[in-house]
DNA sequence: TTCGATGATCGACGATCATCGAACATTCGA
DNA sequence: TCGAATGTTCGATGATCGTCGATCATCGAA
């Protein structure tokens, strides 16, 4: 069991205890719904640091741990370094068509 | 033009006009998106008085109002009474899918 | 061991929100 | 004309939210 430390990391939820509500409060923010939509873009995981808005450090910490509650997204903790990605396949079979309905909508 | 006075009633914005956030923070709450169900349970109007919640009747027209502004529903005035319905159609156009799939979401 | 980097947490601030009762406006019926 | 019914608006209240700077905890590198 020497395995490189785990090192807990922030904690995500079952997503079958999240509730709709839950999902739809953390979308219906404009800087959180850009990350969402920043993390869909793209397969796979995102740099911390690659998230570029004009927030403050804590402000992005913030809105993350809301997506995160809201089982949207899966932070990852590498030494000092974050990494955040999009927990769609989970998400699909929870609310089924929801997140790739929002971002459809949201790129018009 | 002595037609039966239209009683201007309530304002509706225009779909085209109203955001994706709009309409994501209108259905982030609980007894909102109960109305909606509610609504979308059956085809056309429902009369206002059948909207039986445990809130007050001030309360219940304030969450009318957040719905009718973000465009998800219909208010229309006859003498003294009112009705409300869902915008689905127009919302479909608009945001294609995102009703449907929200309340196929929540029915879990 | 110490130091710098990275992100989380804390405390505070103003803004917005859900809620209520009271007052109001409009309409129909007596 | 008057009064009851219906729904909106107003004002107040307590809760939650987005934001920030400051502080803290953790980790890798020197």
Redesign the pocket.
């Given at each position: 069991m020497t395995s490189r430390?785990v090192?807990k990391g922030?904690e995500h939820p079952v997503l079958d205890e999240v509730g709709l509500v839950t999902v739809l409060?953390a979308l219906a923010?404009p800087?959180r719904l850009r990350i969402v939509c920043m993390l869909a873009e793209r397969e796979g995981e995102r740099?911390?640091?690659d998230i570029d808005l004009p927030?403050?450090?804590?402000?992005l910490?913030?809105?993350?741990?809301?997506l995160r509650n809201a089982g949207l997204l899966l932070?990852r903790t590498e030494?000092?370094?974050?990494f955040v990605s999009l927990r769609d396949q989970e998400l699909e079979s929870r609310f089924p068509g929801l997140l790739e309905t929002v971002l459809n909508c949201r790129d018009r």
């Open positions: 430390s090192s922030p409060s923010e800087t740099a911390w640091k927030i403050a450090q804590s402000t910490s913030h809105h993350l741990k809301i932070n030494g000092t370094r974050c």
